[in-house]
């Protein structure tokens, strides 16, 4: 009887002990599994920020209109695969049902159950030269054999820099003739060497009282956002393609726009060189 009960107690006890290795085992697989999955997700809404503002870019050229708002627009794309009701289809594999059903097939390989509701997206900007785009919802996964399971809020982000596109300033003001890489100055002052390089090169610096890339977007050109950020008209480029130009500020926003403030043609610089008095500090610049 005392050896019938030590081999009883050892093989439960040996027992107990695989099966607590392999709850173990499923929840390292399922702890793994969901931190793949948030790299996944930030992936993946990179790729359909990607996608969307580029298809916005080619619709301003299509119909010489500005984008009258860019988060419902991207969240039509996201959600939809559509645009004004039409189907694009540059997002495919970049929506959310895409992204849904991607992970519930990574997850029948490992007998994982996911499960992603009550999605919520938005794009704006926290600094001047990326996007900001963070995906919430509510997220669960489950081991089919109910071993283990995670069930929590996720939010997710993802940056997107702006050097990828071009201003839509430009592109519409120009026809498409023109097109500016969003490109950030390297120039932390400016003398007139460097005031002249910082143009005809196209590059852009930060500025609280310039619209931001979304606002340029969408044409709310009079806005002064915290991220701002701002070009200077190279005219003699405009001029070079056949563009006509106006004699006023060359700073983007003013000069694309209705806006026409008091400017002077700025010391040490070419004769189309024009700035408005309220800017010409920032550039260290004077008047003729």
């Not at 107690?9 to 709850?23: D, F, N, P, V, W």
């Not at 929840?27 to 990607?50: C, G, H, L, P, Y």
């Not at 298809?55 to 009258?68: C, D, F, Q, V």
Request: proline share 3%; net charge negative.
């Amino acid at each position: 009887m005392v050896i019938i009960t030590l081999l009883m107690t050892s093989y439960t006890l040996h027992t107990g002990i695989q099966e607590r290795k392999i709850a173990q085992k499923r929840v390292e697989t399922m702890n793994s599994f969901v931190n793949s999955i948030q790299q996944d997700i930030e992936r993946k809404i990179f790729i359909a920020a990607f996608r969307s503002i580029f298809t916005l870019e080619n619709k301003i050229i299509e119909t010489g209109a500005y984008i009258s708002n860019v988060n419902a627009s991207f969240q039509e794309m996201f959600f939809n695969g559509t645009l004004n009701g039409q189907n694009q289809p540059i997002m495919v594999g970049a929506t959310f049902n895409d992204i849904s059903s991607g992970l519930q097939s990574v997850g029948d390989k490992i007998n994982i159950n996911v499960n992603i509701t009550n999605p919520k997206l938005n794009i704006d900007q926290i600094d001047p030269w990326n996007l900001h785009i963070s995906l919430s919802t509510e997220f669960s996964v489950t081991d089919e054999n109910n071993l283990s399971s995670w069930n929590s809020p996720l939010t997710t982000t993802a940056k997107v820099p702006l050097y990828y596109f071009d201003d839509p300033l430009y592109t519409l003001n120009t026809g498409g003739i023109i097109a500016i890489k969003i490109n950030q100055t390297i120039y932390n002052s400016f003398n007139s060497s460097a005031l002249l390089d910082h143009t005809t090169k196209g590059h852009y610096k930060s500025s609280s009282q310039a619209p931001s890339f979304i606002d340029r977007l969408e044409g709310n050109l009079t806005i002064n956002n915290t991220n701002g950020i701002e070009s200077l008209v190279n005219i003699q480029n405009l001029q070079s393609k056949g563009i006509s130009t106006q004699q006023k500020s060359i700073i983007d926003y003013i000069y694309f726009s209705t806006l026409n403030p008091a400017f002077c043609q700025v010391s040490g610089m070419p004769g189309w060189f024009n700035i408005d008095n309220t800017n010409l500090a920032q550039y260290n610049a004077t008047c003729v």
